[in-house]
């Protein structure tokens, strides 16, 4: 069974930065795409970022495009979300996802959210 638990989210102020990261388990982490998106009470989940297996390509959504990167490590089964200039909008649960092939929309697995906050 593919567990994924993310970690690094919490309270920064607009302008600031902060790391995610999701730790995969039960399945061959380097065979799997990895997805980020984002959800606000009372708005659907917002795909935000996505890389391939081999970490070649990457798609983002235009709303954090020059701000946000991801990427991963698949010697340690974890994938990353470095995001820089946050802003309010920002403000969600930020959940990571794993499928077979890169996309903005599909996947089978999913964590269970780490919150970030971005305020003064």
């Known amino acids: 069974q593919v567990q994924l638990v993310e970690s690094g989210g919490g309270l920064v102020q607009p302008g600031g930065s902060l790391r995610l990261s999701c730790a995969a388990s039960?399945?061959?982490?380097?065979?799997?795409?990895m997805g980020w998106f984002r959800q606000t009470p009372g708005k659907e989940r917002e795909f935000v970022a996505a890389?391939?297996?081999?970490?070649?390509?990457?798609y983002y959504a235009d709303s954090v495009k020059g701000r946000f990167t991801i990427s991963r490590d698949n010697a340690k089964n974890t994938v990353y979300l470095q995001m820089n200039s946050l802003k309010p909008e920002d403000t969600a649960v930020y959940l990571c996802?794993?499928?077979?092939?890169?996309?903005?929309?599909?996947?089978?697995?999913w964590g269970q959210g780490t919150q970030v906050t971005v305020s003064s």
């Open positions: 039960g399945r061959t982490f380097s065979s799997a795409a």
């Open positions: 890389i391939s297996r081999s970490g070649i390509t990457r």
């Open positions: 996802a794993e499928g077979r092939v890169i996309s903005r929309e599909s996947y089978d697995y």
